[in-house]
């Protein structure tokens, strides 16, 4: 056989070639894209060539959003069982970074006679958190995207296991788009997202829309959730800005390369912002040859949250524990950072979230391609048992409706409504206005029923107007369950006094919801009252709070919400609702129900403690 040429890419005579030291896997169903440009290889740097192919190969199969896509193993070490291996699992934003360390660190191992050996997969990190979950398969080390993973799951608490790497999350937009809006975007950072029928400054701008990694499966879309709830401030008026916020927010199409993702939000508006991490935006850039087809990267000025590559030990086991800390050091020298700084991430993470300009290598940060050589302004979203609470919020406001309404006509319900400007009418005909408008803008799918409290007999206080069913749904009568709903509402009167009865009525409507219980929606009991019974039937109220609590199961939760129109609902209400996890509201104009009905984000995130009474 005839030696090589000169100019060939054929490995050193001696020792394995970089295709031998590591495996390839990939998924059937992964996505491909264009593949980024190949990298010449040179004889004397292995290492470096492991690291520029393994980056190669990621960006070939495509700059996917959110998926694992691609792992990677060690071998070839020498050493001779499992039990001397440490296994590290490492995203795939930083995976090839490690691997090349990893290739280091075991060629030192066998130099110095020993047996201390890295193995490396790359794991997408939701995946991982559910290999944790599981408590089969777990590796000694876990390298996920951000904090927010391992506090979720319970392997270290959020912000103690230190970072290895960064990126901060940026506003991404076609260029085009960038140029008008760059300057605007950049000011007003994560409150830009506000929907424009907002006040103030919300109302007077451009109304952006953000599209997210899914919050479910990503670092990113955590800490976007994260950094749009402290944007939006505290108190009632912050929640209702988060969740005005929340519901024009959109998912990024799971596992779509951002290029698709790119073109397809062109076409459809010039608004249109992607919150990606700054890696995300640098790789695309790279990838594509036309500056004008390119992203700009806007940085908050406010301040953004980072992805920070958490070190996590997860072994219990002395020796590994030790291996594990020299393979940490490993990953803090000047090459290791290097090598990360190449696949677009910056220095660790130190004090709050920001890159830390000490960190080795820290000189020399991503520039190019869109980014800005300073680290932007951290914006410290992570804290312990935010990933498990803004998962939660995420999961309610994707879930459909099955809501049983209470109407309570006695108590103050032939009352007017407080005087307001574009006010008029009593508490009930607002309570029929509210329900009204709220039956046409909930979808066909969710599932409405309505009773009121007849208070005529102790054993039977309500009446049913209309059982739980679909709004979409043909009744029996030849017509839909909304419209069924809107005439039942037009018999409601009022009934001046205070009538018994409504503790029994919320006991037996809560059994209902859990008779018709649907696990893939929002099952709620909303009263409409005009304040409720604030003294007598104290037996009726002691049983019904010691029923409710022992019923309210979490796995399978059912929520008692009250409503209080023209006047702040009972105390005695209030703490019925607490005790199923619900909550109350004064409702002064009944608009303020059109927009729960609307977004019916209220009923979803607004809950104890994140909602204030």
Partial sequence: MNPPPPESNAPPPAGPSHLEDFELRVPPAAPAARPAPAAP????????????????????MGLVLGGGGWALAMRGTGCDGPDQWLSVSADPAIAPAVLAAADRFNAASRRAGECAAVKVVAGDSAEVAAVFRSGRGTPDVWIPDSALWPDLVGKARAGRAPSVASSPLVFAMARAAGKRHE??????????????????????????SLRLPDPARTGAGMASLLALQVSSGTGRAGVDKFTRMLRTAKTLPQGRSLEAVNEDEAQDEDTAVLAVPEQTVLQYNKAVRKAASRLTAVYPSQGTPYLDFPFVVATSDTEHKEVAQ???????TSRAVTD???????????????ASSSAPGAGTEPVGYGAVRTPPRSLAVVRPGAAALIQEMWR????????LAVIDPSAGADLPMPHRRGVSGTRLGAMRQALSTGFNLIPDDSAFGLWTLSGTTAAKPYRQLQPVRELGARTPEDGTQRLRLQKALQGVRARPGRRPGLYRTIRSAYAEVERTYRADRLNVVLVFTAGGPREGERTEYARTVNTLKEAFDPRRPVSVIVLGFGAEAASNLRRIAAVTDGGSFRIDRPETVMSLFLRSDQLRVCDDPVCPD
């Fill in 183 to 208: 300057d605007e975007l950049r000011r007003r950072s994560w409150s830009a997202f506000e929907p424009a029928f907002g006040s103030g400054e919300a109302a007077q701008g451009t109304n952006f």
């Fill in 396 to 403: 309610r406001l994707g879930q459909g409706l099955n809501i």
């Fill in 326 to 332: 020299r393979f940490l050091a490993e990953l803090r």
């Fill in 340 to 354: 990360m700084r190449g696949l677009g991430l910056r220095g660790v993470v130190r004090g709050g979230g920001a």
């Fill in 41 to 60: 290889r040179r004889r004397d740097r292995r290492s470096r060539d492991q690291l520029t192919v393994a980056a190669a190969v990621a960006l070939s």
